[in-house]
């Protein structure tokens, strides 16, 4: 798929090559929508980016809330945050499972072993896990953050909508918003 100025889907796409039906510059229904022409073009979103461009442009884009990101953008960059945690995870649970096993096989009846079974390596699998776990959160919340605002911008909806995330049926509303394809009004949030 080749990428230019004029057309953000490709040459061989199912969207309109044109200026769109109310002319060059216009963001109603019809409209074309303007896409980034390379991936070092960050005013703009890259449609049809790869793994790798979506998160070097995740990184490059820390703390930018303004402007769009693609859909491609968005879903490469919610795998690698999901790859990321398969870590700590597969550690936390390993740990666990040898916790439980050493503290199965001790006498129950006695603290002093049942302590040493439940403070053991298993414990410091646990222990490495989470704190991994802690830091990748601690490192990616703000991007994530803002690429989820990005994201909502393009399907032309107000950043604001993701603190819907923060009620308790928000959460599925804005995963459905961010599955919406682009629109040209969401153009107005470009800088």
Excluded: C
């Amino acid at each position: 798929m080749s990428y230019d100025a004029n057309n953000a889907y490709g040459a061989n796409s199912a969207y309109p090559a044109g200026a769109g039906a109310a002319g060059p510059g216009a963001m109603g229904p019809g409209a074309q929508i303007r896409g980034a022409a390379s991936p070092e073009d960050l005013s703009l979103p890259l449609y049809g980016a790869s793994f790798g461009q979506a998160v070097k442009r995740f990184f490059k884009k820390y703390a930018t809330f303004t402007g769009r990101a693609s859909r491609s953008e968005f879903w490469w960059v919610a795998l690698f945050g999901f790859l990321l945690a398969i870590v700590p995870y597969v550690l936390m649970i390993i740990g666990a499972v040898m916790s439980a096993g050493a503290a199965a096989s001790v006498d129950p009846y006695d603290p002093v072993a049942t302590q040493a079974a439940t403070s053991g390596p298993g414990m410091v699998l646990v222990a490495i896990g989470g704190i991994l776990m802690l830091l990748i959160a601690l490192a990616m919340i703000v991007p994530t953050l803002a690429i989820n605002w990005r994201r909502l911008h393009d399907a032309n909806f107000s950043g604001l909508f993701y603190l819907l995330t923060l009620t308790s049926i928000g959460g599925i509303v804005v995963f459905v918003m961010t599955l919406l394809p682009p629109k040209a009004e969401g153009q107005r949030f470009d800088v």
